[in-house]
């Protein structure tokens, strides 16, 4: 599976979201609580750039007129229809049977990501004459 570095740390600030191509696929970054997690940028339900959509939280209520704001910034709600999705998991809380695709995330030091030594390639050089002529 190949590796892809995506945005500095700091680039995408908390609660924020960052929307990338990658080999073809249209792909949000979260930053969630100063975690990132990645989602494919379609709905299943109809199509639509999900990852376009509000960062809410979760309303919970134990009778009627009383609710609490739980998880605020962890849900991704789909611009066209509404269903909202866990961005952690990405798993439906419309339809528990229904989850957009989430991809692994990590956050690296960047002399680990390519480690050396580098070697630059090098040519023979000499001089005749007047005129210089590398040798390849």
Known sequence: MARHVVAAVGEIAEGERKLVTIEGRNIGIFNVEG???ALLNRCPHAGAELCRGFI????????PGHYKLDRKGEFLRCPWHGWEFDIRTGQSWFDPKVRTRAYK???EKG???QKGPYVA???AVKVEENYIVIEI
């Open 35 to 37: 975690e990132y997690y």
């Open 56 to 63: 809410v939280g979760f309303a919970d209520s134990d009778e």
């Open 105 to 107: 995330t990590s956050v």
């Open 111 to 113: 002399a680990e990501l």
């Open 121 to 123: 390639e090098t040519f």
